[in-house]
Nanobody, 124 residues
């Protein structure tokens, strides 16, 4: 049983912060590059941030660079996404996923293990 579970989403005002968590069960996170992806209504799923298995390499979408930080605690089998200075355009369902076709890229096509997602809504 391979499972990823996201948590930490919710409603926040513009300029606020949230921290998302992605917890794994049934497999060890430390073997995988992990990505955070998001999908807003009517839009394609996009890569937000990805982190290598060791945590030594990270990627960020231009739209979130400088505001979001990805990190991992392999001892806790968990990956985090700290989101600061949130904007209404950040509103989406956020998913974490594990890379299964190893490319080192932050694109959803090569990530096969997905969580159910957590809703993030940024609104006054």
């Amino acid at each position: 049983q391979v499972q990823l579970v996201e948590s930490g989403g919710g409603l926040v005002q513009p300029g606020g912060s949230l921290r998302l968590s992605c917890a794994a069960s049934g497999f060890a996170l430390n073997y995988y590059r992990i990505g955070w992806f998001r999908q807003a209504p009517g839009k394609e799923r996009e890569g937000v941030s990805c982190i290598s298995s060791s945590g030594g390499s990270t990627n960020y979408a231009d739209s979130v660079k400088g505001r979001f930080t990805i990190s991992r605690d392999n001892a806790k089998n968990t990956v985090y996404l700290q989101m600061n200075s949130l904007k209404p355009e950040d509103t989406a369902v956020y998913y974490c996923a594990a890379e299964t076709i190893i490319t080192g890229k932050c694109v959803p096509e090569t990530y096969a293990y997905w969580g159910q997602g957590t809703q993030v809504t940024v609104s006054s």
